[in-house]
């Protein structure tokens, strides 16, 4: 065997330059390692593994097991040094490979350098024996001390040169390297051939489920609703946070952003999807264990082709979206059969004749927050099968400085009203509903859509015709120049303070009860001379009779109106 060589500066030199290797029986194959060692140059990278059984394996180098620790260890390197304490040059893992030039005799010795190397993270120790080497067989001292730390210790026979051993190393990482690329480009492959299918993105999920044995995979929206999956079902995740909550945490990284967990119950990985803007997706990987470096290339393929069916699919649906908008804009202008014909030209089913029913709607906000509540409500759509149609934004209305106004035709059932509440709601917009109405009057929906809101306020963001019309005349008029005319109706009896506000509330109970005075009196428990009286100052401070039937009606809707103008019911 050849003598080891050392660094110029006496410290041990790493196998890429001078040899070491790792011995064992030389009695069968060496196993193949399930991923690839990289140089200690390029720590960075994720090395296969190779272990110490592999190396002990080698055929032809006679490398003979004394001490047999764990041999399932990875190697990380194999160095050589004569030094009596090495592990100031050692990163851990390695294989130590030296000839005794410089070892202690005694046995303390040799257990405090054997508990240094173990300490250290070394996982075999290799000697040279041989007629014209220090020793010609191991010193009893040196196997005791192994076996005490448990540390695998090997002999290596004069005839074997160091630098064979390190060749051999290097096959084997050459090996693994092949190997892993082979497999990594079976499956871009096929993962690509999938691609090519009609149903692409089902089919690279299929694929991807297919290479990963055990996988299960599947394709997101931001609020972690599945779009399409590898298989029916949803796997239990091998995470302490739910589906939303994974997706949650990146969905405000945008396309930067992925995440990758790995526990005893199994490894999951998010990836966003798209190639600019937003995220179309997640692509979300359940694996039974954890996430190993190869598994994580062929999903990285996966992203990246899902990614770019994505961007088509944005795309065609940018462009069926355009469309959609026109037909929206000829259903409210009347017109349902030009309406059609073009939904048809975006693969689209008509309205007419199969939608009986329709509500016009009038989304107000951010363009942001306004394109994910379009995002949401086109998904319950494809997923429910209800009617959407969204129309182009425009600014919105006087004083909403950045804001967008969306009309948004929906078919009239409580589905969809209900699933439009919660989507406007999640995204902090304002919204009008229309009417119902037939689809050929979707107009006068829309009108009272934009009518309802202007009506609505910070404290109640959604409003409804519905709602509107319930509240009677008071309801339907323009709310600032209505509350303007109550003030001033009612502001004879609202000046002069706690009396004035007696008498308004005696007055709505008059009002309540369509002037009949007895029942009055019965209603405020008051003596009806005392009624009398009450009603004799409303009449003195109004200047009019309460026996005129005008008076009446604009005193009961100026005391429905929203405002201080009221009394106290």
């Known amino acids: 065997m050849s003598p080891p060589v050392a ?10 330059c001078q040899g070491a290797g790792t011995g064992g029986r030389d009695s069968g194959p060496a196993r193949r390692a399930s991923t690839v060692v990289t140089p200690p140059t390029r720590p960075q990278e994720d090395p296969p593994v190779i272990t110490v059984a592999q190396v002990l394996g080698l055929h032809g180098l006679g490398l003979r097991p004394l001490v047999t620790g764990d041999t399932s260890l990875p190697v990380s390197w194999v160095a050589t040094s004569e030094l009596t304490d090495p592990t100031p040059y050692l990163n851990g893992g390695e294989i130590i490979l030296f000839t005794g030039l410089t070892s202690p005799t005694a046995r303390p010795a040799w257990e405090d350098y054997v508990r240094r190397l173990a300490d250290r993270g070394v996982v075999a120790l290799g000697t040279g024996v041989g007629g014209r080497l220090t020793w010609d067989r191991v010193p009893e001292e040196l ?3 192994a076996r005490g730390a448990g540390l695998t210790l090997f002999e290596v026979p004069e005839r074997t040169p160091f630098l064979r051993i390190i ?5 084997l990482r050459a090996a693994e390297e092949r190997t892993a690329l082979e497999t990594t480009l079976a499956h871009q492959r096929a993962l690509t051939r999938a691609a090519t299918a009609v149903d692409g993105s089902v089919q690279v999920l299929r694929a991807l489920a297919a290479l990963l044995p055990g996988a299960w995979a599947a394709v997101c929206t931001a609020d972690a609703e599945i779009r399409e999956r590898s298989a029916p079902g949803t796997p239990a995740l091998p995470s302490d946070l739910s589906l939303e909550q994974l997706v949650g945490r990146l969905r405000g990284a945008g396309l930067r952003g992925s995440l990758s967990e790995s526990g005893p119950r199994g490894g999951v990985v998010v990836h966003p999807l798209g190639v600019h803007g937003d995220p179309d997706g997640y692509l979300v990987v359940v694996l039974p ?9 062929t999903i990285t393929t996966a992203v990246a082709l899902l990614s770019l069916h994505a961007e088509r699919t944005a795309e065609q649906r940018l462009s069926r979206r355009r469309i959609r908008a026109g037909a929206l804009a000829l259903l409210l202008g009347g017109d349902v059969r030009a309406g059609d014909a073009l939904l048809a030209v975006a693969g689209d089913d008509a309205w007419g004749g199969t939608v009986r029913r329709v509500r016009a709607v009038r989304l107000r906000g951010g363009p942001e927050r306004t394109r994910e509540a379009l995002r949401r409500l086109e998904a ?8 959407v149609l969204a129309g182009t934004p425009a600014p919105g209305g006087s004083g909403s400085s950045g804001e967008e106004d969306t009309p948004v035709l929906v078919e009239d059932a409580p589905a969809v009203l209900a699933a ?18 037939a689809l050929d009057d979707a107009a006068t929906s829309h009108g009272q859509a ?8 910070a404290r109640q963001r959604i409003g409804t015709w519905d709602d509107v019309v319930a509240g009677g005349v008071a309801g339907l008029l323009p709310p600032e120049p209505a509350r303007a005319w109550a003030r001033e109706l009612l502001e004879p009896l609202t000046s002069q303070g706690p ?28 003596h009806r001379n005392t009624l009398l009286h009450q009603l004799q100052l409303v009449e003195k401070a109004l200047r009019r009779s309460l026996d005129d039937p005008q008076l009446r009606a604009d005193l009961w809707i100026a005391l429905h109106l929203p405002g201080d103008q009221q009394a106290p019911s």
Do not use: K
Request: no cysteine; aromatic share 2%; net charge positive.
């Open 289 to 297: 264990g954890p996430v190993e470096r190869a598994q994580a290339a």
């Open 499 to 526: 009396a004035g506000e007696r008498l308004l509330a005696t007055l709505r109970v008059f009002l309540t009860h369509n002037g009949n005075r007895r029942q009055t009196a019965e209603d405020l428990g008051v």
């Open 167 to 171: 060749q051999e190393v290097a096959g």
């Open 7 to 16: 660094g110029h500066n006496g410290s041990p030199v790493r196998v890429a």
């Open 380 to 387: 319950h759509a494809e997923r429910t099968g209800h009617r």
């Open 143 to 145: 196997t005791a001390a």
């Open 420 to 437: 439009l509440r919660r989507i406007v709601e999640l995204a902090d917009l304002r919204a009008g509903i229309g009417g119902s109405a």
């Open 450 to 457: 934009l009518d309802t809101l202007e009506r609505t306020a």
